[in-house]
């Protein structure tokens, strides 16, 4: 049996009204919720938020999901949705003070030939850095086509937003990757 | 030369996004210095961006949350009975087929055959038929649950003598069993304890231990893995208690079998 026929199966016993089915699911794909919502939102503690919220979401929406589409993208759509709503309500942080961080990480001089474990980890903070002067939405596309392999079609259909802007979310995201990622060039 | 190609372009290029473009550029890039090196620089990026760690998934993480979502779900838990073919329909769709089939075969045999079936109302009856049904599921289960210990443990170990050779063992049919199992299991388990069987119960949680271990382990698996992966089934003894389980389901089931028969007889 595929993954696919398995989550199918699953669904079909939660819709029923087991319960059984539905941890089965959570336990299948709450860990890749997470990394999701982790890159979305920069914190552990929010990202356990987001999963949370996001499955008890899908349960509600079971009825919707059509049995031939594939469960995993039909969560990881309710997830960046989420999490774009997570980030919306929690208080905001000055933009400002993030431009800065990215501009002085541009600036600031790493060598890549240092200890592979610091250079990974300022990798992962400048991209995370880079990430969060991404307005939410523009964020999701970023990830939703990079690390989840979504057409910039299917990403405004999910998102809500046209193909254009959708494609300028895209470009602005890569454009600040860029920036952040320079010096490690 | 054609004019330079810009950065959104080769964004688009990268993710694949512009494939009426994909032999312009690719030619362009072919011919300008420039433009190559920016293509190579984004390249580099993007794979970087790839290599960007996020957080450890803390270690029990999917029951962590199971355990916060699950009181938060509306309330649609259908209220059905242990024996209720709908409980186990979904994990053993052949049980339904299984139970339609002796529903019929014993109609079948009251009657004598070919005539009109007589009505029966006898609950008990039908839940002995349900019943069988169902250990007969059940029965299976374990039955395949064994052969996957009895495969597991009759391996052949990977490795030569003195650890220079390092083939491994290749256990993906096993893992792939494995992971259908641990769905069934779990709706077993939760079945049991639902109607109080602790002992069946624990045996169930047990077996899954064991083949959530099989399914998550590496495809290819070396002599220390399987010896490990082993020894956790011969310390739970889980072979006996499964073996043990088989018997008393099946020799329940033979019972339910002759009871039944004798009941046809009586009518």
Same mark, same amino acid.
């Given at each position: 049996?595929?993954?696919?026929?398995?989550?199918?199966?699953?669904?079909?016993?939660?819709?029923?009204?087991?319960?059984?089915?539905?941890? +089965? @699911?959570?336990?299948?794909?709450?860990?890749?919720?997470?990394?999701?919502?982790?890159?979305?939102?920069?914190?552990?503690?929010?990202?356990?938020?987001?999963?949370?919220?996001?499955? +008890?979401?899908?349960?509600?929406?079971?009825?919707?999901?059509?049995?031939?589409?594939?469960?995993?993208?039909?969560?990881?759509?309710?997830?960046?949705?989420?999490? +774009?709503?997570? +980030?919306?309500?929690?208080?905001?942080?000055?933009?400002?003070?993030?431009?800065?961080?990215?501009?002085?990480?541009?600036?600031?001089?790493?060598?890549?030939?240092?200890?592979?474990?610091?250079?990974?980890?300022?990798?992962?903070?400048?991209?995370?850095?880079? @990430?969060?002067?991404?307005?939410?939405?523009?964020?999701?596309?970023?990830?939703?086509?990079?690390?989840?392999?979504?057409?910039?079609?299917?990403?405004?259909?999910?998102?809500?937003?046209?193909?254009?802007?959708?494609?300028?979310?895209?470009?602005?995201?890569?454009?600040?990757?860029?920036?952040?990622?320079?010096?490690?060039? | 030369?054609?004019?330079?190609?810009?950065?959104?372009? /080769?964004?688009?290029?990268?993710?694949?996004?512009?494939?009426?473009?994909?032999?312009?550029?690719?030619?362009? /890039?072919?011919?300008?210095?420039?433009?190559?090196?920016?293509?190579?620089?984004?390249?580099?990026?993007?794979?970087?961006?790839?290599?960007?760690?996020?957080?450890?998934?803390?270690?029990?993480?999917?029951?962590?949350?199971?355990?916060?979502?699950?009181?938060?779900?509306?309330?649609?838990?259908?209220?059905?009975?242990?024996?209720?073919?709908?409980?186990?329909?979904?994990?053993?769709?052949?049980?339904?087929?299984?139970? /339609?089939?002796?529903?019929?075969?014993?109609?079948?045999?009251?009657?004598?055959?070919?005539?009109?079936?007589?009505?029966?109302?006898?609950?008990?009856?039908?839940?002995?038929?349900?019943?069988?049904?169902?250990?007969?599921?059940?029965?299976?289960?374990?039955?395949?649950?064994?052969?996957?210990?009895?495969?597991?443990?009759?391996?052949?170990?990977?490795?030569?003598?003195?650890?220079?050779?390092?083939?491994?063992?290749?256990?993906?049919?096993?893992?792939?069993?494995? #992971?259908?199992?641990?769905?069934?299991?779990?709706?077993?388990?939760?079945?049991?304890? #639902?109607?109080?069987?602790?002992?069946?119960?624990?045996?169930?949680?047990?077996?899954?231990?064991?083949?959530?271990?099989?399914?998550?382990?590496?495809?290819?698996?070396?002599?220390?893995?399987?010896?490990?992966? #082993?020894?956790?089934?011969?310390?739970?003894?889980?072979?006996?208690?499964?073996?043990?389980?088989?018997?008393?389901?099946?020799?329940?089931?033979?019972?339910?079998?002759?009871?039944?028969?004798?009941?046809?007889?009586? /009518?």
């Amino acid at each position: 049996m595929t993954q696919m026929q398995d989550d199918a199966a699953a669904v079909a016993l939660a819709r029923d009204g087991h319960e059984e089915g539905f941890r +089965i @699911l959570v336990e299948r794909h709450s860990r890749h919720v997470f990394r999701l919502a982790c890159r979305m939102t920069g914190r552990q503690e929010d990202a356990e938020d987001v999963v949370q919220e996001t499955f +008890i979401r899908a349960f509600r929406q079971l009825g919707r999901f059509e049995a031939r589409s594939n469960f995993s993208t039909w969560l990881y759509r309710i997830a960046y949705n989420c999490a +774009i709503d997570f +980030i919306r309500g929690r208080p905001h942080r000055e933009n400002a003070e993030e431009r800065e961080t990215l501009e002085a990480m541009s600036e600031s001089v790493s060598t890549p030939d240092a200890h592979d474990m610091v250079y990974a980890g300022e990798i992962s903070e400048r991209v995370q850095t880079a @990430l969060e002067g991404l307005s939410p939405k523009e964020r999701a596309a970023f990830l939703m086509r990079h690390y989840h392999g979504h057409s910039i079609e299917e990403i405004g259909a999910s998102l809500g937003m046209k193909t254009n802007a959708t494609k300028h979310s895209i470009f602005r995201a890569v454009k600040k990757m860029r920036v952040a990622l320079e010096p490690l060039l | 030369m054609t004019p330079h190609i810009t950065d959104d372009e /080769l964004i688009l290029h990268f993710y694949g996004e512009a494939p009426t473009d994909a032999p312009r550029i690719d030619q362009h /890039l072919a011919q300008c210095v420039d433009c190559h090196t920016n293509w190579a620089q984004l390249q580099r990026t993007l794979q970087m961006v790839d290599s960007a760690d996020v957080a450890e998934v803390p270690v029990g993480f999917e029951r962590v949350m199971w355990a916060r979502i699950q009181p938060q779900l509306p309330q649609k838990t259908a209220r059905v009975s242990w024996w209720s073919p709908k409980v186990w329909a979904p994990v053993a769709g052949l049980a339904a087929v299984i139970a /339609l089939a002796f529903i019929s075969g014993g109609l079948w045999q009251r009657t004598g055959g070919g005539t009109t079936p007589k009505v029966n109302t006898d609950v008990a009856d039908a839940k002995t038929v349900r019943e069988r049904v169902l250990l007969s599921a059940l029965g299976d289960h374990f039955e395949q649950t064994e052969n996957l210990l009895v495969e597991i443990k009759n391996a052949p170990e990977p490795g030569g003598p003195g650890g220079k050779d390092v083939r491994r063992v290749d256990l993906s049919y096993e893992q792939q069993a494995a #992971r259908d199992l641990i769905a069934a299991g779990r709706l077993y388990r939760d079945t049991a304890t #639902r109607n109080g069987d602790m002992e069946l119960s624990s045996v169930l949680e047990d077996l899954e231990r064991v083949l959530v271990d099989v399914a998550g382990s590496p495809e290819h698996m070396n002599t220390q893995d399987l010896k490990s992966l #082993r020894a956790r089934i011969e310390d739970d003894s889980l072979l006996f208690k499964v073996r043990a389980l088989t018997t008393a389901v099946r020799e329940r089931e033979k019972t339910l079998s002759t009871q039944s028969a004798k009941s046809v007889r009586t /009518l």
